[in-house]
């Protein structure tokens, strides 16, 4: 069913002119990387304070909120740009055990990033509140740091599985 | 083997590319206005540095492994350059630049220091370019 999907999209004019374009894949990859470099910067500084590694400057709430425009701009960057891999080679991404890794992944991160925010919308002092509240941000810092660097190593093995 | 140190060599410069890009981007009036320059770049820099060491030593463990290959790459010697120029471009910044910090530390940085950013972040992005064209021409 996919590898007939991956077929099909494999031989539509637009996959064809990007498959024969030698620049293409690489100048994709290169916005691509560049997003994450945002993205992944943004959200390890967040995750650095909620884990409380760093703690001078600005308040969660006003980094959360200066943070969050460019962290879903870089995903919508992340999402586009793969889009375009994926129709240059269908079957390099869709049938790749990395690839499925890394998408549920960005799905987990993505839903980390919206509980993080969408509590502090209704109080900016969310997770600082009580003893409780700090473990579960430190928990949650924690697991974003190590699916940030997960998504980075699952993009980079898409390559070689 | 090879797949494992290019991994950690994607996942440090990631950490590079968006520390120093924050940097540039409070240079050029593009993001964090309202703070000082000095707190954005004390904030940021020392991650830059530990990020950079890890990138650096697993890029040189990769060209060891091909080290000829590399030599002749014609991306590869355009990154080494960029880097090269992208190292100058930081130091005069730091030691010309930000000799009279204290007057725009909370403002907008003089045009010299704003076109310092402006070349940092295309230097950076052609080394990332470069860094990726190495894969597809070698």
Redesign the interface.
Known sequence: MIERFCDWLSRTGISIAFQSA?WF???V??VH??A???????V?VMSFRLIGI?R???PLAVLAA?STP?VWATLCVLLSTGILLTITEPARELLNWAFRVKMLLVLALAGILLLVQIRMRKSPEYWTESPSRRRAARAIGIAAVIIG?SI??A???I??V | MF?TI??VH??A???????I??VDLRLLGL??KE?PFS?VAS?MLPWTWVAFSIAALAGMLMFSSKALTYYGNIPFRLKMVCLLLAGVNMAMFHWLGTRHLAAWDRGRPPLAAKFAGGASLLLW?TI??AG??I??TT
Not at chain 2, 13 to 19: F, H, I, N, Y
């Open positions: 030698n894949v690489p100048l990859q290169t990387i560049i994450i470099a945002i993205l992944l910067t943004s390890y760093t001078a400057g600005q200066k460019w660097a980075v190593t993009g980079r093995w390559a070689y | 797949p290019e991994t994607v996942f410069l990631v950490l590079v590319v968006g520390t890009m924050t993001a964090n703070r707190q904030e992005t990332v370019a990726r064209w894969g597809f």
